[in-house]
């Protein structure tokens, strides 16, 4: 694209989804879930741990989640 190039929204093909609210989405139990998964004190005595990344490690460095497990659920927590 060129800068300061006029785009006009008919030239512009874009799919829009719109998500749910997670207000009612998720149970008690689900959320209580979510924050056992990443509570540090857990965490510590299953000799797991956290990357920067948010990957969670086990106490030989083995991944046992992706980068950005702990930090998505972070974000979903901080919405409800």
Same mark, same amino acid.
């Not at 929204?9 to 749910?20: G, K, S």
């Not at 000799?47 to 979903?76: C, H, M, T």
């Given at each position: ?27 008690? %139990?689900?959320?209580?879930?979510? *924050? ?7 965490? @510590?005595?299953?000799?797991?741990? /956290?990357?920067?990344?948010? %990957?969670?490690?086990?106490?030989? *460095? ?7 497990? @702990?930090?998505?659920?972070?974000? /979903?927590?901080?919405?409800?």
């Amino acid at each position: 694209m060129r800068p300061n190039h006029e785009i006009h929204a008919e030239q512009v093909h874009q799919r829009v989804t719109i998500l749910p609210a997670l207000n009612g989405l998720l149970l008690p %139990s689900d959320i209580e879930a979510l *924050e056992d998964a990443i509570d540090e004190q857990k965490m @510590v005595e299953r000799g797991w741990s /956290v990357s920067v990344y948010g %990957s969670v490690k086990d106490e030989y *460095e083995r991944p046992l989640f992706k980068n950005g497990f @702990v930090l998505a659920i972070q974000k /979903v927590l901080s919405k409800i």
